[in-house]
Nanobody, 120 residues
Framework: VQLVESGGGLVQPGGSLRLSCTAS????????MSWYRQAPGKERELVAT????????EYGDSVKGRFTISRDNAKNTVYLQMNSLKPEDTAVYYC??????????????WGQGTQVTVSS
């Protein structure tokens, strides 16, 4: 299993970024996928989740209306479009394969993370 995040970087307040997470080593279309983030000195928090077929999404309260999660199962990739970024969005963003049931129970799996810094 491998999850590779990309797209992080430095952006000014009010700007936008799109994160990508490309998966390999498992049947991507069978799992819900999520983005989490962790700021220095804070606990890791859920940003957004998308179901396996992409038909349903959920968001953390702090990002509702600004961030959009989506997936392309043909490309084994999940995206996080981040708009109207704020300094408090600064964090390491992690892609996660959520636990699932594919020929038996399968655990969750984390990517290595990508840094997003919102600063002027």
């Amino acid at each position: 299993v491998q999850l590779v995040e990309s797209g992080g970087g430095l952006v000014q307040p009010g700007g936008s970024l799109r994160l990508s997470c490309t998966a390999s080593g498992f049947t991507f279309s069978r799992y819900a996928m999520s983005w989490y983030r962790q700021a220095p000195g804070k606990e890791r928090e859920l940003v957004a989740t998308v179901t396996s077929a992409g038909g349903s999404t959920e968001y953390g309260d702090s990002v509702k209306g600004r961030f959009t999660i989506s997936r392309d199962n043909a490309k084994n990739t999940v995206y996080l479009q981040m708009n109207s970024l704020k300094p408090e969005d600064t964090a390491v963003y992690y892609c996660k394969r959520e636990p699932g049931w594919v020929s038996g129970p399968k655990p969750g799996y984390w990517g290595q993370g990508t840094q997003v810094t919102v600063s002027s």
